[in-house]
């Protein structure tokens, strides 16, 4: 395991576009695990930017994205497909037909979570998955709870993670109760893993994650098991760790 620590969020995002993009020079078919929320954005501007000068080639890439909300329409802005066109795939040339997002309004989402699962060994399983960390220590949508959940799978948001969303919704009102999100044993699989975080209300999370009992309350504590993880972080989220 390592761990980076950055003086800015811009510079995390510099730092985990470099490495995204050495994977992708050195395996251009790479299977990427993709994340949302605002801690990505600085890396998705970054690849963006290598991509524009010609320093990046996405065609034989193919994606998986952790999560999606459940009953959200894909075009919403909210939704985790619209964030995905709007700060990565429309800008660069990956191909449709290799970006893949759980579908959150499947009839049958435990069905949907299991060929999504099995297109994941299909593809050869995932080069290097990118993670957030919610606050309450959640990666992907997996949520705070007494066991880790292996594959992908419904979820219950707990309250903390629904009020950490309401900032992109209308209201609270607004924020979907149920998501689908990769499970902790898809999580693990990945060859590589790289976990961004950046501003102060995530150092708690960071430090019971890094510092702590590997634990299912803190899902992220479970990373450290993996053989090749790297923790990307901005002053303000590590600021609460003992060993730097
Ligand atoms: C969301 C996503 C996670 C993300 C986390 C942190 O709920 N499901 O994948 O890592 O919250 O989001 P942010 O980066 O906006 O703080």
Not at 72 to 92: K, T, V
Request: proline content about 5%; aromatic content about 6%; hydrophobic content about 40%.
């Amino acid at each position: 395991m390592q761990t980076h620590i950055f003086s800015t969020a811009a510079q995390v995002g510099q730092a985990t576009a470099m490495l995204i993009a050495a994977q992708l020079l050195r395996k251009p078919d790479s299977v990427l695990g993709l994340a949302t929320g605002s801690s990505p954005i600085p890396t998705y501007e970054t690849l963006v930017g290598m991509y524009r000068t010609g320093l990046l080639d996405f065609s034989k890439a193919t994606s998986f994205n952790l999560d999606e909300y459940v009953g959200i329409d894909p075009h919403h802005p909210c939704s985790y497909h619209a964030f995905m066109q709007e700060h990565l795939f429309s800008h660069i040339n990956i191909k449709p037909e290799n970006v893949h997002i759980p579908d959150g309004n499947a009839e049958d989402l435990t069905a949907a979570a299991k060929k999504y699962d099995a297109s994941i060994l299909a593809s050869g399983g995932i080069d290097l998955q990118l993670l957030g960390i919610g606050r309450n220590g959640h990666i992907g949508f997996n949520e705070p709870g007494d066991h880790f959940v292996y594959g992908c799978h419904k979820v219950s948001l707990s309250e903390s993670t629904i009020e950490a969303n309401k900032r992109f919704f209308d209201s609270v009102d607004a924020v979907p109760r149920h998501a689908v999100s990769l499970g902790i044993g898809s999580i693990m699989q990945a060859r590589q893993v790289l976990l961004i975080a950046t501003g102060e209300d995530k150092a708690e999370a960071v430090r019971r994650a890094l510092e702590e009992d590997v634990s299912p309350q803190w899902q992220a504590s479970i990373l450290r098991t993996h053989p090749d993880v790297v923790f990307l972080l901005d002053e303000a989220a590590a600021s609460q760790l003992k060993h730097r």
